[in-house]
């Protein structure tokens, strides 16, 4: 029985990280949870999964907490803070931390968790593509292993089991196209918030969908295989997959193309994850081909998603860029959800950000390096959003 900590308990990777524990109660045990600021479904988990410890990251909420799980015995240690959700991250003898924590929030839990000498099954992009030069090292030095928890960069992975290293030449990510991938590119001044938070495939956070309305996922999950799979930025290409059935590829130096296919599921990379390196039996739906139908491919427009190239641009400078790409976009982002710019700003604001950037550009940052360019840069964002405004 493989013992488990799972952060962000409570979205979409962590119910679905638990809904994996209960229906393999013999293969995996909770040790530790921690959520963010959902104390309702935090403490029907607690309840329900039994762990040794529990943190919410909003601090204001730890009484009501308390009060929802008093009937359990024993009681598990209860944290709140950021504090407490790094001391949940390396504790005890979990050999495996799921790392389901949205946006940069999570880099420090799991630099804890590194440290603590466990396994990461990284649902957390920002872990490397913020904190990739400290995080790699890192892990590398504890000897800890990066396991890919996303559907894409899992189906590289598997795709990798028995290739020898020289042999891979190149990496090809498929992307949905997200909500505007029909849209006439000269449309795109009339997008509402309401029309970029509504992916063609399937429901998510507003955040996540409008990064796939223009791209900038895919973008980052590119400066994510760069440096999971040690490739260069020139052998990592992007292709529009509208079914997304296959959910990504390599190209070995032979030509033959090896693709992970399988139902739009975030349970199967997950389970990989923890699993790894066996496989698990599920009762789940297996692909059916016929029923699945065309499997389409497109090249992405580059003007209708100009997000994608500032993303490249990003990991090629390296260092503390790709942390400023990924702050400016998340703050840009928000701006935009709060419908305080337009949905063609968001690209303007993070290029212009990523210029001021580049006179500042450490190649070779420490943690604190990282944290404080991450900060810059949204500061940077809102002053850019005012400067255009005013």
């Not at 791209?215 to 052998?235: P, Q, R, S, T, W």
């Not at 290409?237 to 296919?261: G, M």
């Not at 290029?351 to 944290?371: A, F, W, Y």
């Amino acid at each position: 029985m493989k013992a488990i900590t799972l952060l962000g308990s409570t979205g979409s990777i962590g119910t679905q990280t638990l809904d994996i524990v209960a229906s393999h109660p013999d293969q995996f045990r909770l040790v530790g949870i921690a959520a963010g600021s959902n104390v309702a479904l935090l403490a029907k988990q607690v309840l329900q999964f039994k762990p040794e410890i529990v943190a919410i990251c909003d601090e204001s909420k730890l009484g009501e907490l308390k009060e929802a799980i008093a009937s359990l015995s024993p009681q598990p240690t209860i944290l709140a803070g950021e504090a407490g959700i790094v001391e949940v991250a390396r504790y005890g003898d979990a050999e495996a931390v799921v790392t389901g924590i949205v946006g940069c929030a999570g880099l420090l839990p799991t630099i804890a968790a590194i440290k603590a000498g466990k396994d990461i099954a990284l649902a957390n992009k920002e872990t490397l593509i913020a904190g990739g030069p400290v995080v790699l090292p890192l892990a590398k030095a504890h000897n800890v292993k990066l396991l890919p928890a996303d559907s894409e960069h899992s189906a590289i992975f598997q795709c990798l089991q028995g290739v020898p290293k020289e042999g891979l030449k190149r990496i090809l990510l498929t992307a949905s196209g997200g909500a505007f991938r029909d849209w006439p590119t000269e449309d795109l001044p009339k997008v509402t918030m309401a029309d970029a938070i509504t992916h063609p495939n399937w429901s998510m956070g507003k955040k996540i969908t409008v990064d796939s309305a223009t791209l900038m996922n895919k973008g980052l999950e590119v400066i994510e295989a760069h440096y999971l799979f040690g490739m260069d930025y020139d052998h990592i290409d992007i292709v529009i997959h509208p079914q997304s059935i296959i959910h990504s590829l390599i190209e070995l130096k032979d030509t033959s193309v090896l693709a992970q296919l399988g139902w739009p599921d975030m349970r199967l990379p997950l389970l990989y994850s923890l699993s790894w390196p066996e496989r698990i039996y599920t009762d789940w739906e297996p692909l059916d081909l016929v029923k699945s139908g065309d499997l389409t491919f497109r090249e992405p427009d580059h003007q209708k998603y100009p997000c994608m190239d500032l993303a490249y641009a990003a990991g090629r400078a390296g260092g503390t860029m790709t942390a400023v790409l990924n702050a400016a976009n998340e703050q840009a982002v928000a701006l935009f959800l709060e419908e305080k710019i337009h949905y063609l700003d968001i690209a303007k604001v993070i290029e212009k950000v990523c210029d001021r950037h580049q006179k500042d550009l450490n190649s070779t940052p420490g943690l604190d390096d990282i944290l404080a360019v991450d900060q810059w840069a949204r500061t940077a964002v809102t002053e850019q959003v005012a400067a255009t405004i005013g």
